[in-house]
């Protein structure tokens, strides 16, 4: 969910000729695997991984998988989910990238477009209508199912979970076939490069779809390491595997893809109103449209930025229209590196009835929902509107502010 800088780069254009420029530029190799390009220890667990995936793929051939991917898919969920499909192809399974929600950053749509990313949306009617038995089984890819609105329904039609491949904290207790969680690596990228480097699939540079979803990988490994500033070795030596079928001018694309215009405005409430203390930047930015969600981590990494600030959390209610649905959202990021935003997300926000907390998050970042109940749905009075956000923007200030904490000047996280 990381994303650039404020660009001010003129809007992208799509060159259909791509794949021919950047054939030519590059030297063309049939990648043999490089199998000294990775730790030891992750020689070890990678190899021991591959045979077993190996085995499970077997079994499973000539099935058709559901790989369901959190409702806002990111970078990483999206590439590591492309060569997943080309890992499972192998094996004649056919597997049907979906996810939920929505594609909400402006360089993941330009990710998917450009590359031609093979992922599709369902809608809330699509997840009723769907006839669930072309499906043997289902996958979770950089998530385990419960950033997904499509595992009750992979549930409910008693779909079995064949693979997960997730770098997130254990959510539970997981039934599946084959688990490769590895929460000390930054991206789920760079564990299916190493399964990549292994040889589970051999890349080429001259078809082009290798060499594109090896750029989405570069994306999504770039993506969730901050722009490789929080890359550690492993993610390095995936990155320079990567870089043999990379292209570079591709991904420059992707970077540089705009935003719209309704995002630039929630940036900019989220500067008019946001309130400083403690070296925290707090600013809830009101209502905005589902396909809009994605301003508010944009905002929150626009903020953080600011001189004397190093946590930012910008919140606001986001709306579907077509399904009367509200929820507030928020985005947390830090520079901090004695703040732990999973600690501080649970810690601010606490848990529902059931005893699901409203968010977490990983290192440096952080989101929450939090659902309106009866509260929620659209209403033609604006005043009412008006005192509708005015609460929730109250409670939220109230709960961040317990802890930010300044009498002592001391931030609590625990
Ligand atoms: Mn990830």
Same mark, same amino acid.
């Given at each position: 969910?990381?994303?650039?800088? @404020?660009?001010?780069?003129?809007?992208?254009?799509?060159?259909?000729?791509?794949?021919?420029?950047?054939?030519?530029?590059?030297?063309?190799?049939?990648?043999?695997?490089?199998?000294?390009?990775?730790?030891?220890?992750?020689?070890?667990?990678?190899?021991?991984? @591959?045979?077993?995936?190996?085995?499970?793929?077997?079994?499973?051939?000539?099935?058709?998988?559901?790989?369901?991917?959190?409702?806002?898919?990111?970078?990483?969920?999206?590439?590591?989910?492309?060569?997943?499909?080309?890992?499972?192809?192998?094996?004649?399974?056919?597997?049907?990238?979906?996810?939920?929600?929505?594609?909400?950053?402006?360089?993941?749509?330009?990710?998917?477009?450009?590359?031609?990313?093979?992922?599709?949306?369902?809608?809330?009617?699509?997840?009723?209508?769907?006839?669930?038995?072309?499906?043997?089984?289902?996958?979770?890819?950089?998530?385990?199912?419960?950033?997904?609105?499509?595992?009750?329904?992979?549930?409910?039609?008693?779909?079995?979970? @064949?693979?997960?491949?997730?770098?997130?904290?254990?959510?539970?207790?997981?039934?599946?076939?084959?688990?490769?969680?590895?929460?000390?690596?930054?991206?789920?990228?760079?564990?299916?490069?190493?399964?990549?480097?292994?040889?589970?699939?051999?890349?080429?540079?001259?078809?082009?779809?290798?060499?594109?979803?090896?750029?989405?990988?570069?994306?999504?490994?770039?993506?969730?390491?901050?722009?490789?500033?929080?890359?550690?070795?492993?993610?390095?030596?995936?990155?320079?595997?990567?870089?043999?079928?990379?292209?570079?001018?591709?991904?420059?694309?992707?970077?540089?893809?705009?935003?719209?215009?309704?995002?630039?405005?929630?940036?900019?409430?989220?500067?008019?109103?946001?309130?400083?203390?403690?070296?925290?930047?707090?600013?809830?930015?009101?209502?905005?449209?589902?396909?809009?969600?994605?301003?508010?981590?944009?905002?929150?990494?626009?903020?953080?930025?600011?001189?004397?600030?190093?946590?930012?959390?910008?919140?606001?209610?986001?709306?579907?229209?077509?399904?009367?649905?509200?929820?507030?959202?928020?985005?947390?990021?830090?520079?901090?590196?004695?703040?732990?935003?999973?600690?501080?997300?649970?810690?601010?926000?606490?848990?529902?009835?059931?005893?699901?907390?409203?968010?977490?998050?990983?290192?440096?970042?952080?989101?929450?929902?939090?659902?309106?109940?009866?509260?929620?749905?659209?209403?033609?009075?604006?005043?009412?509107?008006?005192?509708?956000?005015?609460?929730?923007?109250?409670?939220?200030?109230?709960?961040?502010?317990?802890?930010?904490?300044?009498?002592?000047?001391?931030?609590?996280?625990?």
């Amino acid at each position: 969910m990381d994303s650039a800088p @404020v660009s001010t780069e003129p809007e992208i254009t799509f060159p259909e000729s791509y794949d021919a420029q950047a054939r030519l530029s590059r030297e063309t190799t049939s990648a043999k695997p490089l199998q000294g390009w990775m730790t030891s220890q992750a020689r070890t667990l990678t190899d021991q991984k @591959v045979d077993e995936i190996r085995r499970v793929l077997e079994k499973h051939r000539g099935q058709r998988h559901l790989v369901a991917l959190q409702d806002f898919p990111d970078p990483d969920a999206l590439s590591c989910a492309w060569a997943y499909k080309l890992i499972a192809q192998q094996y004649d399974i056919r597997c049907d990238i979906v996810y939920a929600g929505a594609l909400s950053h402006q360089e993941n749509i330009a990710l998917v477009r450009l590359t031609g990313l093979p992922a599709q949306r369902w809608t809330p009617q699509t997840l009723k209508d769907k006839d669930w038995s072309l499906y043997q089984g289902c996958v979770f890819i950089d998530n385990q199912g419960t950033t997904t609105q499509l595992m009750p329904y992979a549930e409910q039609a008693g779909l079995p979970i @064949v693979v997960v491949i997730d770098h997130h904290m254990a959510q539970g207790e997981l039934q599946a076939e084959f688990v490769d969680l590895r929460p000390q690596v930054r991206a789920t990228s760079t564990i299916l490069t190493q399964y990549l480097q292994v040889g589970l699939l051999n890349l080429n540079t001259n078809n082009s779809e290798h060499v594109k979803c090896a750029t989405a990988l570069m994306h999504g490994l770039r993506s969730d390491t901050n722009r490789l500033m929080q890359a550690q070795e492993e993610d390095f030596l995936a990155a320079a595997y990567l870089s043999r079928f990379n292209d570079a001018q591709l991904l420059n694309s992707v970077l540089h893809a705009s935003r719209s215009k309704r995002v630039m405005d929630v940036i900019e409430r989220s500067l008019r109103n946001r309130v400083l203390q403690n070296n925290f930047s707090i600013a809830g930015v009101g209502y905005l449209r589902y396909d809009d969600r994605d301003a508010i981590p944009q905002a929150a990494d626009f903020l953080v930025t600011e001189e004397n600030v190093h946590t930012a959390v910008v919140y606001g209610i986001v709306h579907d229209e077509d399904e009367e649905l509200e929820v507030v959202i928020g985005s947390l990021r830090t520079s901090k590196i004695t703040l732990d935003p999973d600690e501080f997300i649970k810690e601010a926000f606490g848990q529902d009835a059931q005893g699901r907390f409203f968010g977490g998050g990983r290192s440096m970042a952080g989101g929450f929902e939090i659902p309106m109940g009866f509260l929620s749905g659209f209403n033609e009075n604006s005043e009412y509107t008006r005192m509708k956000w005015e609460v929730f923007d109250a409670q939220i200030k109230q709960k961040l502010f317990r802890l930010i904490n300044p009498e002592n000047d001391i931030i609590s996280t625990v």
